[in-house]
């Protein structure tokens, strides 16, 4: 069975895509908000699919960008990290360097965008969430290193 994704609406309503033979319909999915949802769709083709409704506000791209932090919260303590997601609001990186982070740390993260324009973004964020078995730190850009003043990774997210 194939599966598929489709991000929520501000209006509380998603535009599904059948995988098999690509029927589009507009769908109110206010009742599903809150939990984690997959559904299971049969199109009018007679195909039936899994649907998993992204409820995020702000696109995640996945990634997999090597880079460096500081943790100004932590001594200025630095490492090398690979950012695995970016949006527009945020980002989320690994690093063997786990232990060196808690919730609300300030960081500086540093890292190549791998685009025809190789740029390196330099961004200020605050530490979110730290899944340590995952070695997964969950950041927030802060305000003094707002995406939209940064040309750069707005295409990058774009493309």
């Given at each position: 069975?194939?599966?598929?994704?489709?991000?929520?609406?501000?209006?509380?309503?998603?535009?599904?895509?059948?995988?098999?033979c690509?029927?589009?319909?507009?769908?109110?999915?206010?009742?599903?908000?809150?939990n984690k949802?997959?559904?299971?769709?049969?199109?009018?083709?007679k195909?039936?699919?899994t649907?998993?409704?992204?409820?995020r506000?702000?696109?995640?791209?996945?990634?997999?960008?090597?880079?460096?932090?500081?943790?100004?919260?932590?001594?200025?303590?630095?490492?090398?990290?690979?950012?695995?997601n970016?949006?527009?609001?945020?980002?989320?990186?690994v690093?063997?360097?786990?232990?060196?982070?808690?919730?609300?740390?300030?960081?500086?993260?540093?890292?190549?965008?791998?685009?025809?324009?190789?740029?390196?973004?330099?961004?200020?964020?605050?530490?979110?969430?730290?899944?340590?078995?995952?070695?997964?730190?969950?950041?927030?850009?802060?305000?003094?290193?707002?995406?939209?003043?940064d040309?750069?990774?707005?295409?990058?997210?774009?493309?």
């Open positions: 069975m194939k599966s598929t994704k489709a991000f929520v609406r501000p209006d509380h309503t998603a535009i599904i895509s059948c995988p098999y690509n029927c589009r319909k507009e769908i109110p999915v206010e009742k599903f908000k809150g949802c997959c559904l299971k769709i049969k199109c009018s083709c195909e039936v699919y649907l998993n409704l992204e409820f506000k702000k696109v995640r791209k996945k990634a997999n960008l090597p880079g460096k932090f500081t943790n100004h919260s932590q001594k200025n303590c630095r490492g090398d990290i690979v950012v695995k970016l949006s527009l609001g945020g980002l989320e990186f690093t063997m360097e786990i232990d060196n982070f808690k919730t609300g740390d300030e960081v500086t993260v540093s890292f190549k965008l791998d685009n025809a324009g190789n740029a390196t973004i330099k961004k200020e964020v605050t530490v979110c969430s730290v899944r340590k078995q995952a070695h997964s730190v969950g950041c927030e850009f802060t305000k003094s290193s707002d995406i939209a003043l040309k750069d990774l707005g295409f990058y997210l774009m493309a």
